[in-house]
């Protein structure tokens, strides 16, 4: 399987109301690979999260219908099964903000303007730092658990030793939870190359994990493809 941090564009969701930031961050983001959504409004972002996971939210303190504090809480607990990193950009310079900012869940706190290079440095320098760490440590949602380093999955305390391909395939759909893949991304990411039609190969791992991992790891959406299960977290 490829290494996700190039496989995989790391997947942005900004939530700013002021459109000249959300302009100068677009302007900033212009050369690098990371897909970017933007949001003007708390709702549109608590909206945009229930069908898309980014890997990091750059936030906005002052919202037109909540503050980015609430938002931060909200979005914490929405996506705790896979907790993007969630940094705030604002010119709010005050302790007691930054302080609440912090006990709601921010991985760090930026002070509006940054230098367009010095932001992006830092937004990625953070996402490299996520991925590290979960390449090695490997991942946990709910009842499962992936061990990178020994390519066991754990569940409920019993390891289960599963061939790579099967093990790349449920890391997959892990790391991007609420996405649904279709056959041909699958393909693509696992074992590369073009998938046809005729190609039983994901058919008899996606069959293999729910023998081995349990029938509720992966979901069927028909006419789609597959997600991670579990009642889709």
């Not at 293999?208 to 991992?213: D, I, N, S, T």
């Given at each position: 399987m490829k290494n996700r941090s190039?496989?995989?564009p790391k997947h942005l969701l900004v939530v700013d109301p002021n459109q000249q930031d959300q302009k100068n961050i677009a302007h900033a983001f212009r050369n690098t690979d990371f897909p970017i959504h933007f949001a003007a409004s708390?709702?549109?972002?608590?909206?945009y999260i229930q069908n898309k996971t980014p890997d990091l939210v750059l936030l906005e303190v002052v919202l037109p219908d909540t503050d980015g504090i609430e938002v931060c809480v909200e979005i914490k607990k929405e996506l705790a099964a896979v907790s993007p990193l969630i940094v705030f950009y604002t010119d709010r310079t005050e302790d007691y903000t930054?302080?609440?900012a912090f006990e709601a869940g921010a991985d760090d706190y930026l002070l509006k303007p940054q230098n367009e290079?010095?932001?992006?440095?830092?937004?990625?320098s953070m996402l490299q730092r996520r991925q590290h760490l979960s390449e090695h440590s490997g991942l946990q949602l709910s009842?499962?658990?992936?061990?990178?380093?020994?390519?066991?999955?754990?569940?409920?305390?019993?390891?289960?030793?599963?061939?790579?391909?099967?093990?790349?395939?449920?890391?997959?759909l892990m790391h991007s939870p609420r996405k649904v893949f279709s056959r041909t991304e699958i393909y693509r990411e696992v074992w590369g190359g073009k998938f046809s039609a005729d190609n039983r190969t994901i058919d008899v791992h996606i069959?293999?994990?729910?023998?081995?991992?349990?029938?509720d790891c992966i979901k069927t959406i028909k006419g789609v493809g597959y997600a991670f299960g579990l009642k889709m977290i």
């Open positions: 190039t496989a995989v708390a709702i549109e972002a608590l909206d930054q302080i609440a290079r010095v932001l992006v440095t830092r937004i990625r009842t499962i658990q992936l061990d990178r380093e020994r390519y066991l999955v754990i569940r409920e305390g019993r390891e289960i030793v599963l061939p790579r391909k099967a093990f790349e395939l449920l890391s997959l069959r293999m994990l729910r023998e081995q991992v349990g029938e």
